[in-house]
């Protein structure tokens, strides 16, 4: 088994499971400098994983001590993204009796959710996210993305609505009109992390806001009766 160097250093987030939602989250977290643990039965995974972390390891069970010699007894979070039910479930019951302080599972069906949620587990279902999030971009005309951080929260990747071109921030007032709060703006490939009060919106502008998605939809349909590009 490959080692884990500095095996008692506590490491940000753990992965456990390489198919393609594992790999993908590795990769995409290992891209952005987080420290990270990844561990899955798939050899051929692992290698290409280790030229973007040192911490990746073939794991052949779920068992809380191979789960702990593996190292993840010391990650903050923990997911698992294993599609198999029965490895799934396992893998979840031990890690939270190791006193894993977050565990994110993924589930592949509701029954399968049901079960990690009383397992104490946060559960996420990436087909059903994803069919949503399509879904979405084909019913709105300003909406681009949009990721949804808990039950209520949402953050939108949406254009500038024909409506607000010209206005600046303070005119528009979309925290008073819509309950949606301008987390940052990108205009012409440039993020601008501080919104002034006084900046005026143009066409291309792509803002990122914060919301419920209720609220989003009230913006949506306002965006829609003011001629909407």
């Known amino acids: 088994m490959f080692e884990l160097k500095h095996k008692k250093q506590a490491i940000a987030y753990g992965i456990i499971g390489t198919d393609r939602f594992g790999y993908i989250l590795a990769k995409e977290l290992a891209a952005g400098g987080i420290d990270l643990l990844v561990a899955g039965k798939n050899g051929t995974d692992i290698r290409e994983l280790r030229e973007i972390t040192i911490n990746a390891m073939v794991i052949r069970e779920y068992g809380k001590k191979a789960l702990a010699d593996a ?74 993305d949009f990721v949804q951080l808990n039950e209520v929260i949402n953050i939108f990747k949406s254009k500038v609505p024909h409506g607000l071109d010209g206005k600046t921030v303070v005119e528009a007032n979309l ?55």
């Open 71 to 144: 190292g993840f007894n010391n990650c903050d979070v923990v997911i698992v993204c294993l599609a198999d039910m029965t490895d799934s479930i396992l893998t979840t019951l031990n890690l939270g009796n190791m006193g894993i302080k977050k565990i994110i599972s993924i589930a592949t069906s509701a029954e399968h959710g049901e079960i990690l949620q009383k397992l104490g587990a946060e559960v996420i279902y990436p087909e059903e996210d994803m069919a949503i999030r399509l879904a979405s971009r084909f019913k709105s005309a300003i909406i681009l």
């Open 175 to 229: 925290r008073q009109n819509f309950d949606l709060n301008i987390i940052a703006m990108s205009r012409h490939g440039q993020v601008m992390e501080v919104i002034r009060p006084d900046l005026v919106f143009a066409e291309g502008d792509i803002l990122f806001l914060a919301g419920r998605k209720e609220d989003f939809s009230r913006f949506n349909e306002w965006s829609e009766q003011n001629n909407d590009k």
